[in-house]
């Protein structure tokens, strides 16, 4: 198309066969297949020339035009058309025929490679070069490229993007096939940090040489590996040069049904035929967002050979499509081709109604250079008619109206040409849908948006994908399977983070949640449940009178007590005889009246505690065990002064007849009685709980305060208990009708016991059991003092009464002085 100011394009309209290993040229061009899909970037560029040059706000009455050439995307081949267009037909090196023509831009380069290759060529002149392909950092660099621009956004939130979309759904074990160029590389150091950052691990991967023959060296090593893994899905990233032929062979040779993430630059249409879209694959494409262009579909629709007839390309697509009788490069004869046919009959897989991403690319970049050329409409007046045309200024001249252009195009978008300040593409997911006689349909099934807050960026429409055909679940991609409520993830040695065993959670653990890492320990007031996954109240327990323990012990105490009460009865009735007076009879009262009191005071130690009880257990324990003991030490002292008060002159008698055995209880008591007011003065009991001696259950017990106050207390009463026990053992041999040294020995000694088993007992038990610990030794030992000293006198009054009076007592002694004889 003829203009007052050219563009060139240089289009990748032709692609090799399938059989890529024959290097020779005359082979390739017999093997050179045309892309009907890639026609759509010279209708692109049609479009937007006719629309710029309508348009009467800009370049004023001055029009564009453009020259199409094929690009090649082979290395050796890359710059044949740029130089015929530099040189002309002749090829004269260092000559250029274009000056007369006014081109002032090339359009080249769907990738970095055919990028730098043509623009070697073009720096020699200063060319303004724009690329249509995807954004390629090492092209940014101005100091190298200094006439290039490139008019795809920044891929730098791809990784994020594409890392984004797997935890969505959950996959954390991948597979990566990464072309091996800079590119390459870049975006795998940045999948790498993305996925370390979110747990997600590499099952395998792989960079792929440029090289064919590289490739196909390593293509059955790659092929078992993806087929062994468990990793169902697989990012690809590359240019299509790189990835088209292993894609393709990838999707025919595999067994195992994967899911591929790819990037916009992979064409699956072309080599469709062996990857097998849909069906078996589940291809997830990343594509650049942009804005629907008004009018373009319309444009398209319309286009056919008659309305351009210059148009070489669009009569051999029109010729291949629709079988026309005969067509020849020179002279085009149409002949049975319907006269109302449209590109719009064309499956969606041979050619696409919708703007691709390079045809965006390409509207703006002519947009960019028609507002430079405005600028300079504007700002010189180099620019001057001469005979009726433009006169151009060098090419060069439009770099600096470029780099610093900014403007919004028709549809709305911002275009940025400076590489620094330029955007970050939104990205549009894509779904390929599969139909019966290879209809396929692109559907776009979510977006991603670095500019939206971090927990919105990613919106996928999860009911909008097709996966492989007899599958309506989402697929897994996992080492190893999720760890359920009640257990945590437990890391297999040697193995990446994502490979891990399920352990469920100890004791009084839980967690709540899926692939938990540590287990959350419940509160003290709380108890796990047993499936490990809830937290549950733990209830107030303690010794109560309702639950069998506390009623049997309840019932002994009140039954002793009963006991005590009823041998205190028949001492009362009995008190004249000479059983019950032998012994003192005030001191046998106030031990059994004590004896009573121990036996009621282990009622204080059932029931819910509080702080009044926690004191009055421990003080009227020690203070009511202190009068029993105390009792016991004087009847004992009693009864060795009244054996040895029978001997005349002897001191004894007079400690006998002044009652100072008596004066024993009140000076012990007292003694105990500071004790236990140091005790409580200083460390007294309380009011404490015990979260983990019983499960689902918080103990609520007395705590002693003082364990050392306690021991004092303690050890006070057995001191008493020692004193009495050596003083009724040596008065064990003294004539024997009413004398109670035996009793009170053993009476002592089964106190004694008691109490030295309660220590171990008591430290070793726990919760409810240690309080019943100490309930029981108070009820043992003092049902030990009742039963030896008072049971055997109740049996002789009761059932002996012969033995029990004076006459009794002169005949045995009587009879016992006549044996020797």
Not at 16 to 38: I, M, Q
Not at 502 to 517: L, V, Y
Request: proline residues 5%.
């Amino acid at each position: 198309m003829d203009g007052d100011v050219m563009i060139a394009g240089f289009f990748p309209l032709y692609t090799l066969g399938t059989d890529h290993s024959n290097s020779d040229s005359s082979h390739d061009e017999a093997n050179r297949v045309f892309v009907f899909k890639y026609y759509q970037l010279v209708l692109a560029l049609a479009f937007v020339v006719e629309e710029i040059n309508k348009n009467p706000n800009l370049l004023y009455n001055m029009t564009l035009g453009f020259d199409i050439y094929s690009a090649d995307f082979r290395a050796w081949s890359a710059f044949e058309n740029p130089f015929i267009w530099l040189s002309g037909q002749k090829k004269i090196p260092n000559y250029t025929c274009i000056g007369e023509r006014n081109f002032v831009a090339v359009l080249a380069g769907t990738s970095g490679m055919t990028s730098v290759q043509i623009g070697t060529l073009l720096e020699l002149y200063r060319f303004p070069q724009f690329t249509y392909g995807t954004f390629d950092p090492a092209l940014s660099d101005y100091g190298k490229f200094p006439s290039l621009y490139q008019m795809a956004p920044k891929d730098t939130s791809l990784a994020i993007a594409m890392v984004s979309l797997l935890l969505h759904f959950s996959w954390n074990w991948v597979g990566l096939l990464i072309s091996q160029d800079e590119n390459g590389l870049l975006i795998l150091s940045e999948l790498r940090e993305a996925m370390d950052k979110n747990r997600i691990c590499v099952a395998f991967e792989h960079m792929i040489s440029g090289s064919t023959k590289a490739q196909l060296f390593n293509i059955m090593a790659i092929q078992n590996q993806i087929n062994k893994s468990s990793a169902n899905v697989v990012i690809i990233y590359g240019s299509k040069e790189y990835l088209l032929d292993i894609m393709a062979y990838l999707g025919h040779y595999l067994i195992r049904s994967k899911i591929w993430l790819l990037n916009s630059q992979c064409d699956l249409s072309i080599g469709r035929k062996y990857f097998m879209l849909g069906s078996f694959h589940v291809p997830l494409i990343f594509s650049h967002h942009h804005a629907d262009i008004s009018g373009f579909t319309d444009f398209i629709r319309e286009v056919n050979p008659s309305k351009y007839p210059e148009d070489f390309y669009l009569a051999k697509l029109w010729f291949l499509s629709f079988n026309c009788s005969h067509f020849e490069s020179d002279c085009v004869i149409w002949e049975n081709c319907p006269h109302d046919a449209s590109l719009e009959w064309l499956p969606v897989q041979i050619f696409d109604m919708a703007m691709s991403e390079e045809s965006y690319n390409i509207y703006n970049a002519v947009y960019a250079v028609a507002q430079a050329l405005h600028e300079m409409l504007l700002q010189t007046e180099e620019l001057a008619m001469c005979n009726g045309r433009w006169r151009m200024p060098s090419p060069a001249q439009l770099h600096p109206f470029l780099k610093n252009i900014q403007f919004y195009n028709p549809a709305g978008d911002q275009v940025i040409l400076n590489a620094e300040r330029k955007l970050e593409a939104d990205y549009d997911i894509l779904n390929i849908w599969n139909f019966p006689e290879g209809l396929e349909l692109k559907v776009k099934i979510g977006k991603f948006s670095p500019y939206t807050p971090h927990d919105h960026q990613l919106s996928i429409s999860n009911d909008m994908i097709e996966w492989a055909i007899g599958t309506t679940k989402t697929p897994h991609s996992v080492c190893s399977g999720s760890c359920g409520p009640g257990f945590r993830k437990s890391p297999q040695v040697g193995k990446a983070v994502c490979c891990f065993d399920c352990a469920p959670c100890i004791e009084n653990e839980i967690s709540n949640g899926t692939d938990i890492e540590q287990c959350m320990k419940c509160p003290d007031d709380e108890y796990a449940n047993t499936e490990r996954n809830q937290c549950l109240p733990k209830a107030a327990s303690f010794l109560a009178h309702e639950e069998s323990l506390g009623m049997a012990l309840d019932c002994v105490a009140l039954c002793l007590s009963k006991l005590t009460a009823a041998i205190l009865g028949i001492f009362v009735k009995y008190q004249d005889t000479p059983i019950v007076r032998a012994n003192n009879l005030c001191l046998s009262y106030i031990l059994l009246i004590s004896l009573m009191f121990c036996f009621l005071c282990s009622l204080l130690f059932i029931g819910r505690p509080n702080t009044v009880t926690c004191i009055l257990q421990q003080t009227i324990f020690g203070l009511v065990f202190t009068v029993a003991v105390s009792t016991v030490l004087a009847k004992t002292v009693t009864v060795v002064l009244a054996f040895r008060a029978t001997s005349p002159g002897r001191r004894m008698r007079w400690l006998l007849v002044s009652g100072a055995p008596n004066f024993i209880i009140p000076i012990c008591t007292l003694i105990q009685v500071t004790l236990c007011g140091l005790w409580l003065g200083t460390s007294p009991p309380f009011v404490d709980t015990d979260a983990h001696s019983e499960h689902g259950h918080i103990i609520i017990l007395c705590n002693k305060g003082s364990l050392t106050a306690f021991y004092c207390v303690l050890g006070y009463l057995g001191s008493l208990a020692l004193a009495s026990f050596i003083m009724a053992f040596l008065a064990r041999n003294l004539p024997d009708t009413f004398n109670e040294a035996k009793f009170l020995t053993f009476s002592m000694l089964v106190f004694c016991s008691v109490w030295l088993t309660f220590l171990p007992v008591y430290h070793s038990a726990k919760g409810k059991v240690m309080v019943a610990v100490e309930v029981f030794s108070i009820l043992a030992s003092s049902a030990g003092l009742l039963c030896c000293i008072f049971v055997p006198k109740c049996y002789i009054i009761l059932l002996r009464p012969d033995r029990n009076s004076l006459h009794g007592f002169k005949d045995k002694i009587h009879t016992g002085r006549k044996k020797p004889s």
